[in-house]
């Protein structure tokens, strides 16, 4: 069939400035740009990842959106009506990468942050200790203690903790879903900034081994991977139920992604697609997480935090409460504008709910229950600065996990294409000499660059909140103040609107 | 006053005889009237441990009404909740600069044992202190422990102090508390100290880890409504050691712990300790600039925040502890001194009594 559908994006190529180096046409890896007698464009192919653009040594390279001169329309969008198109020449699913983009509201843009004057003063980090460490796991409500106060010591033997020195941590995606140098440039991160990098659901390769004690590894549907060895190698474990970007959906890597290496780290043949179920087959109730979570607890001698990994829908508060009292150490909440190597468009884009409110629901919850202090909450889904992750620990998270931000440090262009495997930049994708692309080490150092950078504005926020230790912040509610919100909103959220005092 | 500057800040004083000595209220009055420019006439208040020795084993509550109604209210519940030994006008006298005050009225009472099916006595009476505030317009408790009792109210602390008539009264443990009020308004329950039992806190400064410290209290039944940051320290001392049981002194490591780089350093057992601590009660750690005296009735605790933001100078003298904003403060009732120090940000103070005190 003649497709109808117009191109996305128009490559303009500078002739004048092109020396015809052709490295742009050695860098698309859509098969965007051909040489014939100069270098030429199919702007079909285009995706805009602007690899070509930034490999330019002439910026001879500009890429821009296509008009494609349709009459404009808010209801029948250009986008819509391109979805239907293809639809219309497919008869299948739109399949897509990367995280929700339309145009539902942000509210963590929605939020402003506290600050001092006066009678509180701010405290200055360059001069006094700003401390961002803190500890993941399950805690008692109460300590109890033995012997007399010179000779005191602890009668409670707390849950394992694993220790983040910035509430940050990397989020999970999965081997097959991106390469195994991405993978290594997080691990490698992680190990250096004192946080944590996730698995995923594709098993945990070889190579990693020497970061084990920085790495969460992920239990998901599919079980990929999953030994005790695997368990047991991990600072803590991760039951996937749903993921913000596809609640209530499993997963699909196709069969020509599972080269050699990704079929022994997931334990499958050669080829065969990877399918990971929606539900888990062993799991329909919350007694039955309760026996899976036991079993990880029994299988890591009760030495590893086991969290549970939820997306944000609508009933998340009751749901989270069911997974701390079946024995979670840790909830993680993943919102609808999580990322994601492949999902159903229409599920991306429809089904869930923001993070914001279902972390406000969710920490509400366990308060009024009594028992927040049984879990940590972790949570992500579009966790695009710094910002957002002070506003989410003023929610009640204990830490924030990146993903989508975590992949542009390291040169992801969110060109949305990652479910392709062609990826330009050597992130999502297990082509050889695409993988080859991202160093590592460099990877990591962009990574740790991040980091460190969000590390030292999350202590400037805290200085100017006047506090000097981030557990002061987590849960602190009061000192966050909405602005353009719906008292609705404002209730859900807990927190009041800008211009009213204490 | 003379505008070349701005007084500010609060003020604070305490002192304890270790040995359960007596001491006239007049001496903590001179205290704290040093600091006259640290208040602002908004708010004065003291705190008496031994005051009521015939009837040390009741809950001295004293109270605070708005109007008539709410008095004929409280005394209904009362009646419901428990045995009124005795009731009586609290004691005091004109004053200039202490105007409209409230019906000002103590209680002795007992806990009727059928009460404590289900409850501790001590529970029973905190869920009577936050009932009355959630739920008895115009009715405030301003303090509710057994042989102890705040007088606070609006006003220089020392005007406050001849209102209440406190020469009358004779003490082993007095706090005192001079208010400059910024966040919230200047009220009657809104001076300090802030109580719960036999907690009584004075505090210079601002906590600004107030949302947490709040919510996490109310995990735990405890109602705020009080308007202040103060509140929290109480009701955060009465949670940690009377009801998690936790040592004094690790109660006051949890609310001013110890930085990551000094837990680091430990010995192993202290290290343990300290980290546990701030893993199971990192929402109970103050934030912000405080000097705060906890008055108990085993003793007196003085703590500042993690950083020194605001003054405190501490002192002893035989069996005396001293603990206030200023040096002036104590040196004006004790003018030799054994040892005076400031002690280290976050580094508590502890006063405690020897013996059983009548």
Known sequence: MESQLPAEFIVNINHERCRKCKRCVINCSFSAIEFKDKVTANNRQCVACHRCATFCPENAITIIHNPLDYKDGYNWSPEIRKNILKQAESGGIILTGMGNPRPYPIYWDHMLIDACQVTNPSIDPLREPMELRTYLGAKPEALEFEGDIDNISLKTELAPQVKLDIPIVFAAMSYGAISLNAHKALAMAAKRMGTLMNTGEGGLHEDLAGYTDRIIVQVASGRFGVTSKYLNNSALVEIKIGQGAKPGIGGHLPGEKVGEDISKTRMIPVGTDALSPAPHHDIYSIEDLSQLIYAIKETTDYKKPVSVKIAAVHNVAAIASGIVRAGADIVMIDGFRGGTGAAPMVIRDHVGIPIELALAAVDDRLRQEGIRNRASILVGGSIRQSADVVKAIALGADACVIGTASLIAMGCRVCQKCYTGNCAWGIATQKPELVRRLNPEVGADRLCNLLTAWGHEIQEVLGSLGINAIESLRGSRERLRGVGLSQETLDILGIKHAGIGQ | ?358
């Open chain 2, 1 to 358: 006053m003379k505008s070349d500057g701005i007084p500010s800040g609060c003020a604070i004083s305490g002192l304890m005889s270790e040995d359960g000595r007596r001491i006239g209220g007049k001496v903590i009055i001179r205290s704290i009237a040093c600091m006259h420019d640290r208040s602002n006439g908004l708010g004065g208040g003291f705190a008496a441990y031994g005051i009521y020795p015939k009837r040390k084993d009741m809950y001295a509550f004293h109270m605070m009404f708005d109007n008539m109604q709410a008095k004929e209210n409280t005394e209904e519940f009362f009646k419901d909740h428990f045995n009124v030994d005795k009731d009586e006008a609290i004691p005091t006298q004109r004053q200039n600069g202490v105007s409209n005050p409230p019906i000002l009225w103590r209680y002795f009472l007992e806990v009727p044992e059928n009460k404590l099916e289900f409850l501790s006595e001590r529970d029973y009476v905190t869920k009577t202190v936050m009932k009355i505030h959630s739920e008895i317009d115009g009715a405030f408790v301003a303090s509710s422990g057994m042989n102890m009792g705040a007088f606070k109210g609006v006003g220089y602390p020392e005007d406050i102090g001849s209102f209440y008539k406190l020469e009358d009264y004779s003490a082993y443990i007095w706090t005192s508390h001079g208010r400059f009020p910024t966040n919230t308004p200047g009220w009657w329950g809104g001076a300090h100290p802030f109580t719960l039992l036999d907690w009584s806190v004075v505090h210079n400064g601002e906590i600004s880890s107030y949302g947490i410290n709040k919510r996490y209290l109310e995990m735990f039944g405890y109602k705020l409504e009080l308007r202040t940051d103060t509140e929290v320290i109480a009701y955060m001392f009465d949670l940690l050691v009377r009801k998690h049981k936790l040592p004094v002194e690790k109660a006051a490591e949890a609310l001013a712990a110890p930085f990551w780089k000094d837990i680091d350093r430990m010995e192993s057992q202290k290290k343990k300790i300290a980290i546990a601590l701030r893993q199971v009660y990192g929402s109970t750690l103050l934030n912000g600039p405080f000097s705060i005296i906890i008055g108990h009735n085993r003793g007196m605790i003085g703590l500042n925040d993690r950083i020194k933001l605001r003054p405190m100078t501490a002192a002893r003298k035989d069996d005396m502890l001293y603990m206030a904003s200023e040096e002036s403060a104590i040196r004006e009732i004790a003018p030799d001194l054994d040892e005076v120090w400031s002690p280290m940000a976050g580094t508590p103070v502890f006063g405690t009594l020897k013996a059983e005190v009548e």
